[in-house]
């Protein structure tokens, strides 16, 4: 028999106050966030990027530590190997191997497209900015695969550096995370990540296939999926640092 944190049975049981209510909203939103990344991760992915007269593949490692730092180097194919992306306290920076150059990435190229997918450097770079930018709303249930599912209105607050009119979010009981969509300050919905697999990986059910899609190219998206994935593990302090950016044997 399944069992939920508090924070989830009282939306079950209860009716509760709306601020109270988006106070336990705001929980689920963190906690979906917390499982994914947890306290450190490694994990290998494939990330296909495709459009419709081309399409390619990369393999990626990535390494985290709680929601300020991440490193994501490419290892294959062999012309993109070495390219790498630091994020640590909301700072980004990128080192090319054919230029031997660390670069940090300016607030204004944060929406730009990351390593050339459908994903954004701020997708990539702000784990927690739901948490500290956005006020969360439980607008409805449904169910996946026998299991609750809260569908979450975000909206930033006013003067938050944010480039979205609201972000909608659909999350498991169990902490999955289903869809994300992305809309703009007009309400027009302008991306979407939806998972397409979910498995058993690294000690916990995770999801294991991504895609995110812009609406107003059907045919163009980008799908990443996780071949490795550990987590809670020993991840040095210097794997977070631009030496080590430039250089994994620093």
């Not at 090319?96 to 497209?113: C, L």
């Not at 799908?223 to 987590?231: G, M, S």
Request: charged share 30%; aromatic share 10%.
């Amino acid at each position: 028999m399944r069992t939920y944190p508090y924070y989830l049975c009282l939306l079950f049981c209860c009716n509760l106050s709306p601020a109270f209510a988006d106070q336990q909203t705001t929980a689920i939103v963190k906690a979906a966030i917390d499982y994914w990344r947890d306290k450190s991760s490694y994990s290998v992915s494939d990330m296909t990027i495709h459009r419709p007269d081309w399409q390619r593949t990369m393999t990626l490692e990535v390494w985290t530590q709680g929601l300020k730092d991440s490193l994501v180097r490419v290892i294959s194919p062999k012309k993109d190997k070495g390219n790498a992306t630091l994020t640590k306290n909301d700072k980004m920076w990128t080192f090319s191997p054919k230029t031997n150059r660390v670069i940090k990435i300016p607030s204004s190229m944060m929406n730009q497209s990351w390593m050339g997918s459908d994903f954004s450097n701020n997708d990539v770079a702000r784990a927690d900015d739901l948490l500290k930018y956005y006020t969360h709303t439980l607008k409805g249930t449904e169910t996946h695969e026998e299991q609750t599912v809260f569908v979450i209105e975000s909206v930033p607050f006013e003067d938050a550096p944010v480039v979205w009119g609201k972000e909608v979010i659909k999350i498991r009981a169990d902490y999955i995370v289903l869809e994300h969509a992305f809309y703009d300050q007009d309400n027009v919905l302008v991306k979407k990540m939806d998972t397409r697999e979910i498995k058993k990986m690294g000690g916990k059910v995770i999801a294991t296939v991504q895609r995110m899609q812009k609406m107003e190219e059907p045919d163009e998206w980008t799908e990443i999926v996780v071949k490795e994935a550990q987590f809670k593990i020993n991840v040095s302090e210097r794997t977070f640092t631009k030496s080590y950016l430039r250089n994994p044997r620093f």
